[in-house]
C-alpha cells in the first residue's frame, strides 16, 4: 500500500466508521475543521486518559490544573505572542496561492525557473529568476512573489458588551479623516475589548504557578500539566487533522533549579518517547530530532522535537522545551507579583548563606493529542492479504490499536439472533458494562461481516455467544490481530478481558 493512499483510505475508513467527520458537512463543510464522532472520542479520551494516568496520577511530584480558553490580554503580551507568535505570509503573484515562505520549496536564488501562466497547465511557459529569498510559489513555482508579511496566528474576538464596530462608527462619524488615521482609530476601539483565544495551553500554567504551587506546597522538581483545546489561525491547514485551527494539547510544565534543566530536558525527551512507543506497533518511526540554533522559539534555549515518519515523511508530534526561567521572570515583570520560589535548605550561590530564592526553569513537554489520534491511526492501520481454503486471495482490514486506546475493548456478539443466544449474550455484555469495561453488543449482519466490522475499528476481542453456550457456559474468545479463537469459561470472560487490557 502506497503512503498517499494509506491516508486517503484512512480518511474514509474514519468516516465510514465514525471516527472523524468534516465538521458542518451537511453544509459543504468548514475547510479544516473536524468532528469527533463515536468512535473517534473514545480514542482520543482514552490516549488523553493514559497521558494524564502516567503524567499525573501515577507520579507524586505532577498536579493538574484546567485553566481557562479566555485570559487576561496582558498574558499574550507579556508571553511574547501579540508580537512574535506570527508567520510568513506571502501571495503568488501568478497564480494567487496564498502561503508560508518558511515552508515553501527552497529554490538557489538567482536560478531561472520555468512555470506556467495563472498556474495553469495550459496556460502560456513562462520563465523568471528567483529572488534572494530563495523560494518559488509551492503551487505553480513561480518566483513572481509579494513581499513577506508577518500575520499573527491568535484568533482575536471581544468580550464584554461592546461592540468595537459601533465605538469606531461613533468616533469617525462625520470626521474626514486619512486613511492611516482611521486604521488607528479602528485598532484602538478593537483593543479597548480584544481577547485572544488561547494558542497553548502552556501560559494558563504559568500564569497560576504560584496558585498551585503554595496550595498543595509543591517542592522543586515538581510538575503542572493539561490537557485542552487550543486555536490558531493557521495559514495552511493541512494533512486532515495533522494541522487544524483549533486542536488539543496535552502540555507539562516542570519547574526545575537553574542549572539542572539540561539534564532534565533529557529525561523527559526520554520519559515522553517512552510513552508515545508503549502504545504503538513500529517504535522505530517515532524518533527525535534536536532544533537547529535558527528554530528555536524565543523562549527556549534548547528544544527537541518527537517526530513521526508520517505518509509524506518526518513531522512534528511533540516539543519538549528548555523554556529557560523565560515565562516567570517576563510575567513577574509585567503583574508585580514575585513568582519565584524559596528553597529553605539549599545554599545560595552568591551569597553562600542557607536559603536560596530563585525563578524556577521551565522543561516543557508539549504534545498534540489530536495529532496523537492521526499517528496511532496511522500506526494501526493495517492491510492483511491471505488466502482462503479455496486458494482465493481476500484482504483484511484492521486497527491494531493498543487495548487501552482501542474504542470498545470487545464485542459481544450473539450466533445468531434467536434461540435465547440474544438474552444470554445480553447477560455478558451487563457484566462487562457494569465493570466499567466499554464494550459493544452487536447482533447485526452474519458472524464474518462483525467480526470484520470489529477488526475495522480495533476492537481486540470478540466473544461470541453460540448454542454450546446454553450448554456448557463457555463463549468464543477471539484474538483481533491473531483471528485466534479459544473457547473460555462465560464466568472468567470479564477478568480474562481486563487482563489482557491492563497487561
Ligand atoms: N507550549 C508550546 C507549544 O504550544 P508547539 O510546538 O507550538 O508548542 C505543541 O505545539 C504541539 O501541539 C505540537 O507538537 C503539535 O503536536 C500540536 N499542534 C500545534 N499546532 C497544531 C495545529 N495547528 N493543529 C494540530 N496540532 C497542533
Not at 227 to 251: L, P, Y
Not at 441 to 466: F, M, N, V
Request: net charge negative; hydrophobic share 35%.
Amino acid at each position: 500500500m502506497s503512503e498517499d493512499k494509506k491516508l486517503e483510505k484512512l480518511v474514509s475508513l474514519c468516516k465510514q466508521r465514525g471516527f472523524i467527520f468534516q465538521s458542518s458537512e451537511i453544509y459543504g463543510g468548514l475547510k479544516s475543521a473536524y468532528d469527533f464522532g463515536p468512535l473517534g472520542v473514545e480514542l482520543k479520551r482514552n490516549i488523553a486518559a493514559e497521558w494524564w494516568r502516567k503524567m499525573v496520577h501515577e507520579r507524586e511530584d505532577i498536579v493538574g490544573l484546567d485553566a481557562s480558553i479566555f485570559m487576561h490580554p496582558q498574558v499574550w503580551r507579556t508571553s511574547g505572542h501579540v508580537s512574535n507568535f506570527s508567520d510568513p505570509l506571502v501571495d503568488c503573484l501568478n497564480c494567487k496561492e496564498r502561503f508560508r515562505a518558511d515552508k515553501a520549496p527552497q529554490v538557489t536564488a538567482g536560478e531561472e525557473v520555468s512555470y506556467h501562466k495563472g498556474g495553469k497547465a495550459k496556460g502560456e511557459l513562462l520563465s523568471g529568476k528567483v529572488s534572494d529569498r530563495g523560494y518559488v510559489c509551492p503551487v505553480c513555482g513561480s518566483p513572481e512573489l509579494s513581499k513577506e508579511r508577518q500575520f499573527n496566528l491568535m484568533f482575536r474576538t471581544s468580550i464584554g458588551p461592546v461592540d468595537p464596530l459601533q465605538s469606531f462608527i461613533d468616533e469617525i462619524e462625520g470626521k474626514a479623516i486619512s486613511s492611516q488615521e482611521l486604521r488607528a482609530k479602528l485598532e484602538e476601539a478593537r483593543n479597548a475589548s480584544t481577547i485572544y483565544l488561547r494558542p497553548e495551553t502552556a501560559q494558563g500554567i504559568f500564569a497560576q504557578y504560584l496558585n498551585v504551587q503554595q496550595s498543595l506546597s509543591m517542592k522543586v522538581p515538581f510538575g503542572i500539566a493539561q490537557q485542552g483545546k487550543s486555536f490558531r489561525n493557521e495559514i495552511i491547514t493541512e494533512k486532515f487533522i495533522f494541522r487544524t485551527c483549533e486542536f488539543e494539547q496535552m502540555e507539562m510544565e516542570y519547574f526545575v533549579e537553574p542549572g539542572t534543566e539540561i539534564d532534565w530536558l533529557q529525561k523527559w525527551l526520554d520519559t515522553r518517547m517512552e510513552w508515545w512507543r508503549g502504545y504503538c506497533n513500529y517504535p522505530e518511526n517515532f524518533r527525535t530530532r534536536q532544533h537547529e540554533e535558527d528554530e528555536l522559539a524565543h523562549y527556549t534555549n534548547c528544544s527537541f522535537d518527537v517526530e513521526y515518519l508520517y505518509p509524506w515523511g518526518w513531522d512534528e508530534l511533540e516539543g519538549v522545551a528548555s523554556r529557560t526561567d523565560y515565562d516567570l521572570t517576563k510575567h513577574a515583570e509585567a503583574s508585580g507579583v514575585k513568582l519565584s520560589y524559596f528553597d529553605q535548605q539549599k545554599k545560595d550561590p552568591e551569597s553562600g548563606k542557607t536559603g536560596w530564592r530563585y525563578t524556577p526553569y521551565v522543561i516543557e513537554p508539549a504534545a498534540g493529542l489530536t495529532r496523537g489520534v492521526l499517528v496511532y491511526l496511522l500506526d494501526a492501520f493495517t492491510e492483511e492479504v491471505s488466502n482462503d481454503e479455496q486458494g482465493n486471495q481476500k484482504k483484511r482490514t484492521l486497527l491494531k490499536l493498543h487495548p487501552r486506546l482501542a474504542p470498545f475493548k470487545a464485542a459481544i456478539l450473539p450466533l445468531v439472533k434467536k434461540d435465547g443466544l440474544p438474552e444470554a449474550a445480553r447477560d455478558i455484555s451487563a457484566k462487562f458494562l457494569s465493570q466499567g469495561i466499554h464494550t459493544r453488543y452487536d447482533e447485526q449482519h452474519s458472524i464474518g461481516k462483525r467480526y470484520a466490522r470489529h477488526d475495522e475499528i480495533g476492537t481486540p476481542y470478540c466473544l461470541t455467544i453460540d448454542h454450546q453456550t446454553l450448554e456448557d457456559q463457555t463463549i468464543t474468545l477471539r484474538d483481533r490481530d491473531t483471528t485466534k479463537q479459544d473457547r473460555i469459561p462465560v464466568d472468567q470472560a470479564v477478568a480474562m478481558v481486563k487482563a489482557r487490557i491492563e497487561s
